[in-house]
Structure formats: C-alpha cells, structure tokens
C-alpha cells in the first residue's frame, strides 16, 4: 500500500499499462516516435550542435528563425497526420464486413490525432511560420513588435505538438474527434487520459495563437516602413493582419471550452455534463464560436499567398487589389457570424437556420470574387507554370467545387441529409487542401530560396503538385459518393457494399498523397544535396513584386540596412523598373537588434511540464511547471539588457559583400527562371 | 554568364516537352475534376441508401433542393472551369502573340460583374434557402393528418423505439404504416447521436435531458438503412437498424407479431439495454412501462432531480 502510495505521489496515474503494448501498430509508431528523438539527440551529438541548436535556434528571438522552425514543425506533425490518414483509408478499403486491421478504438483514436494535428499542429503552425517569416520583411521592419512573445508563442506551440508526440508512447489520445464534443469526452464516459492529452494540447495551441495574432496585429498596425500604407501593403500582409485579428477574437472561446471541459473534468464540475444541470449545447456553441472564424484563419494567408504568386508568376500589377482587400475584410467580418451552421441539425427553430445558413452563402460573395480578380491577374499576363503556380491553378478549380459543396451545406434542409456524413468529410477537406495545403505548400516552394539561399527543386516540386492533385481528386470525390448514399464519418467498419468501390479508390488516391509527401522529402534532399547548384543568393528569383525580394537570400539577421521608403505598390517591381533598387546607400548606422532570451525554451519546458503532469495526474509535475512558467516570465520583466547593437561597420562590411556579388551577377531572363543561371538577380524586361 | 547558352535554349526539344507537360498538368486538373463530379453525379442517382433515390416526400424536397443550388452555383462555376485553364493557357509566357499590359489591374464594369452576378446569385439563393428551411422544418409536420408517434432514445451502441399509442417497443428494427406521417421523439440517455435515415430525409440530433423532434413520411414501402451519424464510442459502425415502412394491414401484422415474440420492458430490461453493447438481431418488446420516456428525459432535466412540478413534496405542499 506505501509503495502505490508514493508510485502515485511520483507518477501520478502513468504505470506500465501507459506502455504502448497493446497492438503491434501502436507499438511501432511508438518505437517510431522514440527513434526519431534519439536519432535527432545522436545527429545533435555527432556534429557537436547542441550549443548551435541553443544559440542559433532556440533562444534566438529572430522573426525569420521561429517562422522557420514554426514550418518545421508544421511539416514534422504533417508527415504525421498524413500517415494516420493513410491508416485509416486502408481500414476503410478493409473495413466492408469485415474488422479489418485497425480495431474501432484505435481507429477513433486516428482520426481524433489525425484532425488534431492537422489543424493545430500542422496548418497553425505551417501559417503562422510563413507570415512570421515573410510580413515584417514585406512591411519593411526589423522584427515582430514583441519578439520574446514570439519565441513563446512558437514554446506553446511546440509544447503541445510534444504532447500529441509523447501520447504515442505513453497511455491513449481521445477517441473524440477533433471537436472533442462532450459529454462523450466527459469523465463519466471517458475516463481515460486521451480527453486530457486532447484538451492539454489543444490548450496550448489556442494560447500560442491568441499571443501570435496580437503580436501580428499589432507590429502590422505599428511597425510598417515609412510610407507603406494600409493601401500599400503587399496582399499577404493584409491577410496577416485579418488573420491575426480573426486570431485574436476566435481563439480565446476555444481555450475557455476546453478549460470548463477541463474543470468538470478535474474538479467534478459541471458545465457540459449529461447530469447536474450541465448542457453540452454550451460547449458547441463556445467550439464552434472559434471553430468558425478557424477554418477562415487557415484559408485567409493561403489566399494572401496565392494573391502574390498570381502576380509574380503573371509578371504582372494584381487585378483588384482594392476588392481583394475588402473581401479580405468581409471573410474576415462574416465568419463571425455563421457559427450556427456546424448545427443545424441540433433542434433551433427554422429562422435561425435560415438566417445562419444565408450568411454562410453570404462569405461565399467575396470569396468568389477573389477568385475572379486572381484569374484577372493571368489576363493579359505572362503566365509561368513554375511549380507555386502550378498549385495555384490546381487551387482555383479545386477550390471551387468546395464552394460549391458548402453552399449545398449551408442550405439546411440539405444540411439534414447530409451532416455527419463523408459528405461533409469530403466539403471540409475539399477547402483545406487545396486552400490551406496547396496555399502553404506553394508558398513553402516560393518563398524557401528567401529563406535558405537556394530554390527548391523544381521536377520534384512539379511531381509533388501531381501526386497531391490527383491524390486528392482520387482520395476525396469517392467521398462526397459515400456520402450523399448516407455512410457516417468515423465509421470503422461498414456492411453495405455501395461504399466498398468507392473506398478502394478513396486508398489509392491516399496512396498518391504518400507519394506526394515522399516526394516532399525527397525534394528537401535533393535541393539541399544541389544547393550551390540551385543558390541564388542575390535574393530575387521570382522576379518578386515586394520588399522581401529586396534583400539579400537568406537575409540578414536585420533585414534591412536602411529601412525603405516606399512610393508606391509593387515597390520593388517599381524600384527595379527605374533602376534604383541595389542601390549603396549613402551611409550606414548602427543597428540596434533585441537579445537572445532563454524565456523562450525555459518556458517550452514548463508547458510541456505542466500539461504532461494534469494528464498523468503528477500534481508535483504539474503545479511545478505552471510555477516555473510565470517565474520565466516574472523574471524577464527585471531583465533591462535586452538589446544588442550590430555595429556600422559590421552592417557596412554584410552588405558590401552582398552588392559586390549582386554587381558581379548576370541578371536572369525569365527563361532561364529554372536553370543555374538564375542567382536570384532578375533581369528587369519581361 | 558562362554556360548560360548550354544549360536550356528555349527552343530546345527539352523546352517543348516541358511546354506539353504543363499544358497536360493544366489540362488533367480540369478533366480530373469533371470526370469526379460526373462520377459523383451518376453514382448518387442510383445509391440505395440516399435522398438522391427518395421513399418519401421530405427526401424528395430535400433531393431537388440539392439539385437547385448546384444549378444556380454553376453560374459562377462553369466560367472559373472554363477562363482558369483558358487563360493560363492563352496568356501563357511563351505565346509571344498574346497581349501583355502588365499596368493593367482594375476595370469598372468587370467589378461590376465579378461583385454583381455572386449578390444576385447570395439574393437567389437567399430566396431559395429561407422558405425551404421553414417548409423543411424537421419539427414542422408532413401534412395535416395525425401523425403514428414513435420515442427514440439513444443508448450505447443501439437506437430504442417506443411506440407509446401501441404500448410497445423495439430495438434494431422499427416498423411503421407507409402513406402516413410518423412524429418521432427523440431524446438520449447517453452522449449526443443523431437519428438518420437516409431514404427518407432530415437527420436531427438526439441529447439527454432534451427531446427533439422529427416528422418524416414513406410514400413507398420498403425496408431503409437507419443509423446514428455521430460517434459516440467503440460499437458506433454497428448502431443501425432497419426502418421499415409497410402497408397498412402489414404494419397490423407486424404490430401482432411485436407482441407475441416480445417480452415486456420493464426495468430490469431497460437496465439491460442502457449496457454499452451492440444488438446484432432485432429486440421486441410486447408491453412498456408506462411514462419510460419521459422519466428517462427527467432523469437529466435538473441535475439528476425530477423537475419540481412532478415531485411528490411539491405536490403536497400545494395541496
């Protein structure tokens, strides 16, 4: 009796059933998710990079650095989630009278992390790497507002997506889908630990964004260069800015669900419980108050990605810029206002469906219309099919099927059939894939000579849009079939042999996905193993239109030597067009630039401390983390030495090499955009 | 630039197979999604289990609603299919003969048209959603005619049917008189479901603690896929059952039959039930403690208590 007594003081709820034993999959993705660390701690060891990964990366406050590591991640929990996907096709091609190989928990546990991941752990963080990377370049600044909130943001983040990791090893994730609707979640029907790593992770991540979208916010409302105004900023920035706004009012709802959750959960309260009075209504409600303006978050940045790369690649002013950036601001404002139709089979009277589901068409009006201006950019341009434009034409037809689709959704007495059906499985994925994946994706190809000094390769790139493409038309129109003849999601087994066909060929075009992200990799490879090859350090390899181009590839820690002035949109196509841009300027000054701080990963530590602890119930581990978090954060705010100065002759001796090699440079003609020939100096004739 | 000339001439056979290769991949996108929807399309017409293939009259409503909106959705559609490929391919960089104004980005009358057509289209659609939604209303009867009243409550992992002006009740099966109305109550004594069947319309979630409604009808005879669309654990794929909708005189002789196979519902037979186990064979029951459904509502309307109205000490204290 003593020794449990202290075992539970120690370890709280973990014993040896947590082990992952029970099935020789678990086991393996386990043993999988273990390799992987000790891999990394050994590569980490091998090279003697343990004080570059602390000084470089981890306590580095650098905009450009945690957007890097922000996609990093994003492609980590990915190639995750893409697996789970995969697993879960292939029970589905098994599962017609039969069993098939996956048992229904841990089916359900696949589609919960599955959901998960990829909307906290994969697009979160996949968007919020690209606009901390590329918006205060596009605006013309030095770093975010608050850059040490940065690095937290990017702690929680990462914290949690450690947390969707170590539930591999230790105990079950949820069996409640994504949503985690109670009261299925609730104690009383879920004792397990998986509703708790669910909402620990998620909690996380709902903080990280809040932090995310204020700092966005607010360094775009203050930090833009002299002369960019509103009316000036490149598109990715004002969907940056919508998004971080949309950010700031949508997550909050989402961490106060899951922390009531939490409470009936830990303290026996009862705010969604079946009994004591508790309405689980209040719960969707709240989730769906965030869930909304969400899926608006994700699409948001890939529509400000695509808005640059239909230009770029069109060689070409944007069609519209104004009635984009209006409809930017109406997704942004109606998305609010349309959280009702994820329920419109839960008993309101029929007015309110109505009204919810005509103001859900109602975001269709400006998202059709940016669609229009985009194919307006092509007109009378000079389109090429490099590898982000290629996605962003697979997008455009793709994208508008899922319209299609969701305006079927919002029409409730539709809705009524098909709810809860693959139908609407089919609808979601049909707009987060080529919206969000194919935006990110693209955006990942365009901007990663910016960030590393050399293009990605563009065969492979071009195999990975075909394998997505079809893949996806493969993996998903099946699914819309399945649904419309009445199959529920999440099921794990079915007996009505109509789907049986359709899931075979929902398989193979999963398999053309994993292709796809083979393909992913093998392209990462490839380029860097061909980086002098494929270098175009100049900075400028599209031919870009905006600021970030300006600079050299990577950039410098400061980005800029001289803060710009612009006159003008598309300042540096202008720039470039009068022959001004590479130009020394007259003098160069000190530049003062914020420290390094060790907040960041200090608090990474207790995050994951803490929430790892409330799962396991190891209150030491837990009460010890939250502690240490806030006495990271106390702590700071004594700290008065938080800024380093890079000295006028260490700014003039970077950007004296950079300009000798941009005046040694044969600019490139478009033609040759793919070739060893382009170092990133553009030639200025289309 | 050494070597430039020898990397990739823009004549060169290489740049030609490129050429056709972007065309194609252009090409494939567009050709994939047609063939898909139109795979789609054909597919549902002939599905079994769907609104597509109607057997009653909410169904049918629902189905050519569903054919209404992607009619209208089309007008702003079919010319994203048709200009995207169009005029990627038309202004394509290598086409020297196409026009190129890159100072070009705005147009009046093509604001008009590309903010216009999707307003009017919100405005249709609008017209189209609203009374529909009120004239599909699942709360709102079929017709004007007594409608047969059917309980539903939803256990782990089965559906449970009362049939209160019967006084019987079924598990996996739930029989009813095709041509007439049926009014289902439905209420859960376990985590949230839906209540679905496919063939004959709306689907509407069923909660504990809170009843609500359904009206649905069969013009047709037939046995429908029933089912519950949200998870709710382990024997989720196996909560289905059949609704069958029969004639008049059948539905009599399945009622008979009902009560001579059945035993009654008592407690200890519900207590059964409420177990989290799949049925895999139908389950009757010929007779069914009177009030059960609504004590099993009761059971979460205030926190585990009766509400106060139906408590004894309340009733003597107004005496």
Redesign the interface.
């Known amino acids: 009796m003593v020794d449990s007594t202290w075992w539970h003081l120690l370890f709280g709820n973990l014993s040896a059933g947590a082990l992952p034993f029970y099935s020789p999959i678990a086991t393996g993705a386990a043993a999988l998710v273990v390799a992987g660390a000790i891999g990394v701690v050994l590569l980490l060891n091998w090279f003697g990079g343990w004080k570059w990964l602390w000084t470089e990366w981890l306590t580095s406050v650098d905009h450009k650095k945690i957007g890097i590591v922000f996609v990093a991640i994003a492609l980590v929990m990915f190639s995750r989630a893409v697996i789970e996907a995969i697993m879960m096709r292939l029970q589905q091609a098994m599962g017609f009278d039969s069993p098939g190989y996956l048992p229904?928990?841990h089916f359900?546990q696949l589609f919960t992390t599955h959901g998960t991941i990829m909307v906290f752990f994969m697009a979160m963080p996949f968007l919020t790497g690209l606009i901390n990377y590329v918006m205060p370049l596009q605006i013309g600044t030095r770093d975010l507002s608050f850059p040490v909130m940065n690095s937290v943001s990017l702690a929680l983040t990462a914290a949690g997506a450690a947390l969707m990791m170590v539930s591999l090893d230790l105990g079950k994730f949820s069996?409640?889908?994504w949503s985690g609707?109670?009261?299925?979640t609730e104690l009383s029907?879920n004792p397990g630990v998986g509703p708790d790593y669910w909402i620990w992770a998620v909690t996380l991540s709902s903080i990280s964004s809040t932090m995310t979208g204020i700092n966005f916010a607010v360094t775009i409302y203050k930090k833009r260069c002299p002369g960019m105004h509103f009316l000036r900023m490149p598109l990715f920035t004002w969907t940056a800015l919508a998004t971080s706004i949309m950010m700031i009012f949508a997550m909050p709802p989402l961490t106060v669900a899951t922390l009531l959750l939490a409470c009936d959960r830990y303290l026996g309260m009862?705010f969604f419980t079946?009994?004591?009075?508790g309405n689980?209504?209040n719960f969707v409600n709240l989730f769906w108050l965030f869930g909304h303006p969400e899926v608006y978050i994700l699409i948001l940045p890939p529509f400000g990605v695509y808005s640059e790369l239909f230009s770029t690649f069109?060689?070409?002013?944007?069609?519209?810029?104004?009635?984009l950036v209006y409809a930017t601001a109406a997704i942004a404002f109606i998305s609010f206002m349309v959280w009702v139709h994820h329920?419109f089979?839960?008993?309101q009277?029929?007015?309110i469906?109505?009204v919810f589901?005509?103001a859900t068409?109602?975001v269709?009006?400006p998202t059709?219309?940016k669609?229009?201006?985009w194919?307006?950019t092509?007109?009378?341009?000079?389109?090429?099919?490099s590898v982000p434009m290629?996605w962003s034409?697979?997008f455009?037809?793709?994208f508008?099927?899922g319209?299609?689709t969701g305006?079927?959704l919002?029409?409730?007495?539709?809705d009524?059939?098909v709810?809860?059906?693959l139908f609407l499985v089919a609808h979601f994925h049909n707009m987060i894939i080529p919206g969000t994946l194919f935006g990110m994706l693209a955006g990942y190809h365009f901007w990663f000579p910016k960030a590393t000094g050399f293009r990605l390769h563009e065969g492979w790139g071009?195999f990975i849009?075909?394998c997505f493409?079809?893949g996806f038309?493969l993996a998903f129109?099946p699914l819309?079939?399945m649904g419309?003849?009445?199959m529920?999601?999440?099921?794990?087994?079915?007996?009505?042999p109509?789907y049986y066909p359709?899931a075979i060929v929902a398989m193979v075009g999963a398999g053309f996905i994993f292709l796809g992200l083979l393909g992913l990799l093998t392209q990462l490879v490839v380029s860097i193993l061909n980086r002098d090859k494929l270098a175009c350090h100049i900075g400028d390899p599209w031919n870009g239109r905006s600021l970030e181009w300006s600079v050299s590839a990577p950039p410098p820690e400061y980005n800029f030597a001289v803060l710009p002035r612009v006159e003008g949109r598309d300042s540096f196509t202008a720039a470039k067009a009068v022959d001004i841009a590479y130009r020394r300027p007259t003098r160069y000054e000190a530049i003062e630039m914020p420290k390094n701080s060790a907040v960041g990963p200090l608090i990474a530590f207790a995050s994951f401390s803490c929430a790892f602890g409330l799962v396991w119930h190891i209150w030491w581990m837990a009460s010890g983390g939250f502690v240490m978090a806030w006495l990271v954060v106390i702590a700071r705010s004594f700290v008065r030495d938080t800024r380093k100065v890079i000295s006028a002759t260490e700014v003039e001796r970077i950007e004296k090499r950079w300009l000798r090699e941009v005046a040694l440079t044969?600019p490139?003609s478009?033609?040759?955009e793919?070739?060893?020939?382009n170092k990133g100096l553009a030639e200025t004739t289309? | 630039?050494p070597?430039?000339a020898s990397?990739?001439d823009?004549h060169s056979p290489m740049n030609e197979a490129r050429q056709i290769?972007?065309r194609g991949?252009?090409c494939?996108?567009?050709i994939?999604?047609m063939l898909?929807?139109g795979?789609?399309a054909a597919?549902?017409g002939s599905?079994?289990?769907?609104?597509?293939a109607p057997g009653g009259p909410i169904?049918a409503?629902?189905g050519n609603?569903?054919y209404w909106?992607?009619g209208l959705?089309m007008i702003?559609?079919i010319?994203?299919?048709v200009?995207?490929?169009w005029?990627?391919w038309r202004?394509?960089?290598s086409n020297s003969r196409?026009?190129?104004?890159?100072?070009?980005?705005?147009s009046w009358p093509?604001?008009f048209l590309?903010?216009g057509v999707?307003?009017l289209?919100?405005l249709g659609?609008?017209f189209?959603?609203?009374p529909?939604?009120?004239?599909?209303?699942?709360?709102?009867p079929v017709d004007g005619t007594t409608p047969m009243e059917v309980q539903v409550v939803g256990l782990d992992w089965k559906w449970l049917f009362i049939y209160p002006e019967l006084n019987i009740a079924t598990v996996k099966e739930m029989a009813f008189p095709m041509e007439r109305q049926v009014h289902f109550a439905i209420t859960s004594d376990?985590?949230?479901q839906?209540f679905?069947i496919?063939?004959l319309?709306?689907?509407?979630?069923a909660?504990?603690?809170?009843v609500?409604?359904l009206h649905l009808k069969a013009d047709r005879a037939g046995t429908f896929?029933g089912?519950?669309?949200?998870?709710?654990?382990?024997?989720?794929?196996?909560q289905?059952f059949a609704a069958i909708a029969l004639p008049a005189s059948n539905f009599k002789d399945w009622v008979r039959k009902v009560r001579e196979l059945g035993r009654p519902l008592d407690e200890n037979g519900y207590k059964a039930l409420e177990e989290r186990t799949t049925v895999k064979a139908p389950v009757y029951f010929s007779s069914v403690e009177p009030g059960l459904f609504r004590k099993i509502v009761q059971k979460?309307a205030?926190?585990?208590r009766q509400p106060l109205a139906s408590r004894p000490d309340r009733q003597e204290a107004r005496r």
């Open positions: 229904p928990d359900s069996t409640g889908g609707y109670p009261p299925y029907y009862h079946n009994s004591g009075a689980m209504m069109s060689a070409k002013r944007l069609y519209g810029y104004l009635s329920y089979t839960m008993g009277s029929a007015d469906n109505a589901g005509i068409v109602a269709g009006v059709g219309v669609i229009y201006d194919m307006l092509m007109y009378r341009g000079r389109v090429r099919f290629l034409l697979a455009a037809i793709t508008v099927i319209g299609l305006v079927l919002a029409t409730p007495p539709v009524y059939v709810h809860n059906t071009r849009v075909f493409v079809i038309y129109f819309y079939a419309l003849e009445g529920p999601r999440r099921t794990q087994e079915y007996y009505d109509a359709w044969r490139v478009r033609d040759d793919f070739t060893c020939a289309e | 630039m070597g430039t990397l990739r823009k290769w972007y991949s252009v494939r996108v567009f994939a999604a898909a929807s795979l789609c597919c549902s599905a079994q289990a769907s609104f597509l169904a409503q629902e609603l569903f909106v992607i959705m702003v559609l010319p994203v299919f200009l995207v490929p005029f990627a202004y394509r960089r196409s026009e190129y104004r890159p100072g070009w980005d705005f093509l604001e590309i903010w999707p307003v289209l919100l659609l609008a189209l959603i609203w529909n939604t009120v004239r599909l209303d699942p709360y709102k376990t985590v949230m839906s679905f496919p063939t319309g709306s689907q509407v979630y909660m504990a603690g809170m609500t409604q896929k089912e519950n669309n949200q998870f709710n654990g382990m024997g989720f794929q196996d289905k979460y205030l926190g585990n």
